[in-house]
């Protein structure tokens, strides 16, 4: 496996912009000392930063010499592509691995309850296709999703925007979902309510505020850090559970939940599950993982 890979792919989780134009720099003028001079760098500092940036690279980007340094032939296809993914936000580990024939690698952010129901069916249906890549998934509230979305830590996001519209981004609305009342099936409910913390729909409406609007009367709210807490907790009979119909449909079909009305509301809140990705990324392969999700949903 060339250039010292780490664990399969290359290492660009601490390389910044600010990095690049300083390897560009030193290329450019053949010189660490040169730059540590222009930039008011301490010259030790600065090779210690380039041998740091290298090590994350998995290979040498200079070659020391009397004269200076002197740019390596992977440096210069790394300074290239850095260039690409500076001016456009495209993926650097994924188009230098793909240029030496090494599996893709597609972030995906979403969350608990999306993850339990849907996660091994995409991944089915990756191998279906015989995509040469593999679906990282990393889970997170919906709004950080976003933003790391935004910023290019993921490349591509399965989450409910709520309120949020990000100019950068491209939201596909793959299904609609609503919130609803649920009990256990085998213990009663009680006066308490459970829910997950912070949960919007399409207008941004907390369900805090629907507990407000129904008038709601409850012992305690008990709010959790996901979905598939809340439905655990409402399966042991901890209360009544505020709960997406996706979510508890899992549940229902199992029978361990059933569907209850409650101040006169089965159903309320519509919100929708979308794709969000980057607008300006174009990588062929995130637009076909794209796709998969789209029909995943649609045939669910």
């Known amino acids: 496996m060339p250039f010292g890979y780490i664990g399969g792919f290359l290492n ?38 380039v041998h740091t940036l290298e090590a994350c690279l998995g290979a040498p980007l200079f070659i ?60 089915k249906m990756v191998h279906a296709e015989n995509l040469n ?7 997170d509230r919906s709004r950080e999703i976003i933003r790391e979305v935004s910023e290019g830590r993921y490349d591509v996001g399965l989450v409910v925007c709520g309120g949020l519209r990000p100019l950068n981004l491209s939201v596909t609305k793959v299904a609609m979902d609503e919130y609803g009342f649920y009990e256990s099936v085998s213990s009663r409910s ?3 309510i459970i829910t997950m913390e912070n949960s919007e729909d399409d ?6 505020h629907y507990l407000q609007k129904f008038k709601l009367q409850h012992n305690r709210l008990i ?3 996901s979905f598939e807490v809340a439905a655990a907790l409402t399966v042991a009979g901890l209360g009544i559970g505020i709960l997406p119909t996706r979510v508890a449909g899992e549940h229902i079909k199992q029978k361990k939940l059933r569907s209850m009305e409650v101040a006169g509301v089965r159903t309320f809140g519509r919100h929708s ?7 300006n990324n174009k990588d062929q392969m995130l637009q076909k ?12």
């Open 12 to 49: 660009f989780d601490y390389l910044t912009l600010h990095d690049v134009e300083i390897l560009n720099d030193i290329s450019q003028a053949g010189s660490i000392r040169k730059i540590a001079l222009r930039r008011n760098i301490a010259q030790p500092a600065l090779s210690r930063k």
């Open 273 to 279: 599950l979308s794709v969000i990705r980057m607008l």
């Open 64 to 123: 020391r010499n009397r004269r200076g340094v002197e740019t390596t032939t992977f440096g210069k296809q790394c300074l290239k592509l850095l260039a690409e993914w500076r001016s456009e936000g495209l993926s650097t580990s994924r188009k230098i691995a793909e240029s030496i024939g090494d599996q893709t690698t597609i972030r995906l952010g979403t969350y608990d309850s999306v993850a339990v129901y849907f996660y091994h069916r995409l991944l």
């Open 133 to 139: 890549c593999q679906v990282e998934i990393h889970l």
């Open 190 to 192: 009680g006066h308490n």
């Open 203 to 208: 207008d941004g409406n907390s369900i805090m």
């Open 289 to 300: 993982i794209v796709k998969l999700i789209s029909a995943g949903f649609e045939a669910l």
């Open 223 to 225: 709010q959790c850090p």
